[in-house]
């Protein structure tokens, strides 16, 4: 007989190794992100629910969870069992919403605090509506778990009737199965009109996956064919290796139809006799318990891998798509540096001014002029970067990756911000123009705004603007205009790193707010390093 191992140091190996699957993430959209995220919250909710509780208290009542698709009479089950309504059954689907919890009164304490299913607020129904049968009341649905006690049910078990796992509402699916994975035994319903559909079959492949302590019930069958229905499924069980599960049928009855909500005792008294023998039974109890709880924990040796092999390719993935943007603006940048070098900018309309200064041409126009050719380079820069990143994240896996755009990013966006940047330049240079202006050694001071234009011709035309060059030293001396030439220098190259490097960082910024980092994956293979040791 297995039995359950409940040293400290196991259960520290347990927290830690929570602490790391509740830590992994897998935000970018990988074809295989939504299964690991899905993953991740199921492990999280049997650890969290389940397998850290029963652990530390193995003395704690079983708890049954009755599971199974819309209709199958979960709820009728539970009352008949206990022998009231304590879940209301109807014929409007889906009928359970609040999941409800029924125990003997003398456990009642272990259930009405935060043992298990801590996430759930506890709800309780007025003793008057329990012992009077009335209607019960409406409650917020949205994470609760109504407790109730019964005499009629045996001490040591506790019945759990979870919401329907094909329910139409999403929220009462993903709680039908993290009720699911709390409970010491399943117990997974069915009716003999749907006891081959995909739903209870993915229940009870799941169960078989983990090694739980399940039980299945045959609802609803038909007088005239209880013989042929439970051959057959039970023949399907036993294809599935499922076939040592104890099965029980339930017949077709007049109460099935939705009547009082309750069966004849006859009716479910052998499931109910299984249950109590589970709870009394110190050795079926102990199997029960000990059987689900090493199934999850072995269970562990694959899913673990697996969460940290998701983490893994989000990680590589990440790397992917920051080098491709990476790539583009290194490229791009170093394309920037050599078309200022050989003097790009001074093209076009800011030719043109400059051939027309100063006759034709103000100092001020010409400025005009080249810084808007500056600020036409830079963009062109960026935005052929952002074409080569849209075109590299687009053969990414990933199906949304465009989603990781940032709005900011836009052509638009980008011409604001150079404009910007280009103007704090232009004033830069019209600054440094007038502080070298005011020491130079000349009966008439120069015009720092000619300076300033001068200065920008020089740093902008390349060997086009050789004869501005040579007008700046007429107007400074040879000394002041190499040494504004070297500051002016400078802080050009200081903005055009700077525009690039912001404008990487912005296509960056989405990535980065993400945070997927490569520690996940060996954190997670570490955490089952340690439990496995420790078991």
């Given at each position: 007989?297995?039995t359950?191992d409940?040293?400290?140091?196991l259960?520290?190996?347990?927290s830690?190794?929570?602490?790391?699957v509740?830590?992994?993430?897998?935000?970018?959209?990988?074809?295989?992100?939504?299964?690991?995220?899905?993953?991740?919250?199921?492990?999280?909710?049997q650890l969290?629910?389940?397998?850290?509780?029963r652990?530390?208290?193995?003395?704690?009542?079983?708890?049954?969870?009755?599971?199974?698709?819309?209709?199958a009479?979960?709820?009728?089950?539970?009352?008949?069992?206990?022998?009231?309504?304590?879940s209301?059954?109807g014929?409007?689907?889906?009928?359970?919403?609040?999941?409800?919890?029924?125990?003997?009164?003398e456990?009642?304490?272990?259930?009405?605090g935060?043992?298990?299913?801590?996430?759930?607020?506890r709800?309780?129904?007025?003793?008057?509506?329990a012992?009077e049968d009335?209607?019960?009341?409406?409650?917020n649905?949205?994470?609760?778990?109504?407790v109730?006690?019964?005499?009629s049910?045996?001490p040591?078990?506790?019945?759990?009737?979870?919401p329907?796992v094909?329910?139409l509402?999403?929220?009462n699916?993903?709680?039908?199965?993290?009720?699911?994975?709390?409970?010491?035994?399943?117990?997974?319903?069915?009716?003999?009109a749907?006891?081959?559909?995909?739903?209870?079959?993915?229940?009870l492949r799941t169960?078989?996956?983990?090694?739980?302590?399940?039980?299945t019930?045959?609802?609803?069958?038909?007088?005239?064919?209880?013989?042929?229905?439970s051959?057959?499924y039970g023949a399907l069980?036993?294809?599935?290796?499922?076939?040592d599960?104890p099965?029980?049928?339930?017949p077709?009855l007049?109460?099935s139809?939705?009547?009082?909500g309750?069966?004849?005792a006859?009716?479910?008294?052998?499931?109910?006799?299984?249950?109590?023998?589970q709870a009394?039974?110190?050795?079926a109890?102990?199997?029960?318990?000990?059987?689900t709880?090493?199934?999850?924990?072995?269970?562990?040796k694959?899913?673990?891998?697996?969460?940290?092999?998701?983490a893994?390719?989000?990680?590589?993935a990440a790397?992917?798509?920051t080098?491709?943007?990476e790539?583009?603006?290194?490229?791009?940048h170093?394309?920037?540096r050599?078309?200022l070098?050989?003097g790009?900018?001074?093209?076009?309309?800011?030719?043109?001014?400059?051939?027309?200064?100063?006759?034709?041409c103000?100092?001020?126009?010409?400025?005009?002029a080249?810084v808007?050719?500056l600020?036409s380079?830079?963009?062109?820069?960026v935005?052929?970067?952002?074409?080569?990143?849209?075109?590299a994240?687009?053969?990414?896996?990933?199906?949304?990756?465009a989603?990781l755009?940032?709005?900011?990013?836009?052509?638009?966006s980008?011409?604001?911000?150079?404009?910007?940047?280009?103007?704090?330049?232009?004033?830069?240079?019209?600054?440094?123009a007038?502080d070298?202006?005011r020491?130079?050694d000349r009966?008439?001071?120069?015009?720092?705004?000619?300076?300033?234009?001068?200065?920008?011709?020089?740093?902008?035309?390349?060997?086009r603007?050789?004869?501005?060059?040579?007008?700046?030293a007429?107007?400074?001396?040879?000394?002041a205009?190499?040494r504004?030439?070297?500051?002016?220098?400078?802080?050009?190259?200081?903005?055009a790193?700077?525009?690039?490097?912001?404008?990487?960082?912005?296509?960056?910024a989405p990535l980065?707010?993400?945070?997927?980092?490569?520690?996940?994956?060996?954190?997670?293979?570490?955490a089952?390093?340690?439990?496995?040791?420790?078991?």
């Open positions: 007989m297995v359950l409940v040293r400290p140091q259960l520290d190996a347990l830690a190794l929570r602490d790391r509740a830590a992994a993430r897998f935000p970018l959209p990988l074809p295989g992100a939504p299964r690991a995220r899905a993953n991740r919250d199921e492990l999280l909710a969290d629910d389940y397998l850290v509780p652990l530390r208290e193995p003395e704690a009542p079983l708890l049954a969870v009755v599971g199974g698709s819309t209709g009479g979960k709820s009728t089950l539970v009352n008949s069992l206990v022998g009231r309504r304590v209301e059954a014929v409007l689907r889906p009928t359970t919403r609040t999941p409800v919890l029924v125990c003997h009164p456990d009642h304490h272990w259930f009405s935060m043992r298990v299913l801590p996430d759930l607020t709800v309780w129904v007025p003793e008057r509506a012992e009335l209607p019960l009341p409406e409650e649905p949205a994470r609760a778990l109504r109730e006690t019964a005499e049910l045996s040591g078990l506790a019945l759990l009737d979870a329907d094909d329910s509402a999403a929220d699916r993903a709680l039908a199965a993290e009720l699911i994975c709390a409970a010491d035994i399943w117990i997974m319903v069915t009716t003999a749907r006891y081959a559909d995909a739903v209870p079959w993915h229940l169960a078989k996956e983990y090694d739980a302590t399940l039980v019930v045959l609802d609803r069958v038909p007088h005239q064919v209880v013989s042929e229905v051959r057959q069980l036993t294809k599935a290796g499922l076939g599960v099965r029980f049928t339930v077709e007049p109460e139809a939705w009547g009082s309750l069966l004849p006859t009716a479910v008294a052998a499931l109910r006799s299984w249950l109590a023998h009394q039974d110190p050795g109890r102990q199997q029960a318990m000990a059987r709880a090493h199934g999850v924990l072995t269970s562990l694959t899913r673990l891998p697996e969460l940290a092999g998701a893994a390719a989000q990680y590589a790397l992917r798509l080098s491709a943007v790539s583009a603006y290194d490229s791009e170093a394309r920037v050599g078309r070098q050989a790009a900018v001074l093209a076009g309309d800011a030719l043109k001014r400059w051939r027309a200064f100063p006759l034709d103000t100092a001020g126009e010409l400025l005009d080249l808007e050719s600020g380079l830079l963009l062109c820069a935005t052929a970067a952002d074409e080569r990143v849209d075109e994240w687009r053969r990414e896996p990933a199906s949304d990756v989603g755009l940032d709005r900011d990013a836009s052509p638009a980008a011409e604001h911000r150079i404009g910007m940047a280009v103007r704090r330049w232009r004033r830069e240079v019209e600054e440094h007038e070298e202006a020491f130079v009966s008439v001071a120069p015009d720092p705004e000619v300076i300033a234009a001068l200065l920008a011709t020089v740093l902008l035309g390349g060997r603007a050789r004869s501005a060059g040579e007008r700046l007429e107007r400074m001396g040879v000394h205009a190499q504004l030439r070297e500051r002016g220098g400078r802080l050009l190259g200081e903005y790193d700077r525009v690039m490097h912001v404008e990487r960082e912005r296509r960056l980065d707010a993400l945070d997927v980092q490569a520690e996940p994956q060996a954190e997670l293979i570490a089952l390093s340690v439990l496995l040791r420790e078991r």
